[in-house]
């Protein structure tokens, strides 16, 4: 019976250390209440006729992870939408430890997120060119101690870069003049060299360089409102107003810029009754996440240099490229 005693005591007080241990992130007195406000970063100069606005983004996951970057799964934050750019995000966290925060907002289900390994993993094989649905944004704050309740804003950018294709205003004349139909049977598909397709998001380290060939779609000119490639006058002096011809999302670091050993864009319509089929090749073309690139020139007509820029419309500047 003392042997029995003893083991029952041994077990009860297993049974306490496990409950207290699966209630620490649970209405303890040494939690706070954490709340981050999360924008999504926004540069309405820079808005593309209706492209690149946020506006199809309907789903923010946040993720916490301990000091040594161990996924907490246990840890459900609270998302609360408050408008399409805004969300708040509230969650009970242990006073005086360290954590990391991985926040991601896409169109749902457009990409999946291993939190265990904290990357997402492009499959460009199934994306489309010109099509917004592939855009989405992320942060990470990283070795925040609690200490006390807080509010703490928290601004998401884009982790691609955005490459967009223009035809020169003499260039889109000339190929209107010669009966190059500009409606829904004007394909555009976009091709890149060695493009990273794995993003770690408690790091922000890009890998794993794929080549890429998105699926053709009409060219953006005809979803895009006006038609027109937002560009510096300055950028692109003769060109503008500049036909919208293509544009994808490829991931790139967003520390510095990096160079693409080759962009190319296939171009498929009608024309005079016939059917027509061009590809233009571009080398060396710079990149880094949260920009766009803005490549520019003879799209139609004899080929010439493509002006390119790298543009901040998302930060600050463009990357610009002469066709």
């Keep these: 019976m003392k042997y029995q005693s003893i083991f029952s005591l041994a077990l009860l007080a297993m049974a306490g250390m496990l409950a207290a241990s699966c209630n620490k992130h649970a209405g303890s007195a040494k939690e ?32 916490v992870y301990d000091a040594a970057g161990s996924y907490l799964s246990t840890v459900v934050p609270t998302v609360t939408k408050t ?38 993993t492009i499959d460009y094989s199934t994306m489309l060119t010109n099509a917004d649905a592939s855009d989405a944004f992320y942060a990470r704050v990283n070795d925040y ?8 804003p928290v601004t998401l950018t884009r982790p691609f870069a955005q490459i967009n294709f223009g035809s ?17 049977t ?11 397709s794995v993003l770690n998001l408690l790091t922000g380290l890009v890998g794993t360089p794929v080549d890429v060939s998105f699926q053709p779609n009409t060219y953006m000119g005809s979803a895009a409102g006006s038609g027109t490639l937002t560009v510096s006058d300055a950028d692109f002096p003769g060109a503008t107003p500049v036909r919208y011809m293509g544009m994808v999302y490829v991931l790139a670091d967003a520390s510095s810029t990096t160079t693409l050993s080759q962009v190319s864009m296939s171009i498929s319509g009608t024309q005079n009754g016939n059917s027509f089929a061009s590809t233009r090749e571009i080398a060396n073309v710079p990149v880094r996440g ?9 799209v139609f007509t004899d080929e010439g240099v493509f002006n390119i820029t790298l543009d901040p419309a998302y930060q600050t500047p463009d990357f610009s490229a002469n066709l």
Excluded: C, W
Excluded at 36 to 57: R, Y
Excluded at 145 to 152: D, E, K
Excluded at 168 to 184: G, L, N
Excluded at 290 to 298: A, E, F, P, S
């Design 32 to 63: 706070a209440e954490v709340t981050f406000t999360v924008n999504l970063a926004q540069n309405p100069s820079t808005k593309v006729d209706g492209v690149s606005e946020a506006s199809l983004i309907d789903a923010l996951d946040v993720f």
């Design 168 to 184: 020169a205003k003499a260039d889109y004349q000339a190929a209107e003049a010669s009966q190059v139909k500009f409606d829904a």
């Design 145 to 152: 101690t609690v200490s006390g309740a807080f509010t703490q």
């Design 186 to 196: 004007l394909k555009t598909a976009i091709s890149v060299k060695q493009a990273p």
């Design 290 to 298: 949260n920009y766009r690139t803005q490549i520019v020139g003879n």
């Design 83 to 120: 408008d399409q750019t805004h969300y708040n995000v509230r969650m009970r966290l242990l006073n005086n430890v360290k954590y990391n925060f991985v926040f991601f907002a896409q169109k749902s289900g457009t990409y999946a997120y291993a939190a265990d390994k904290k990357t997402i």
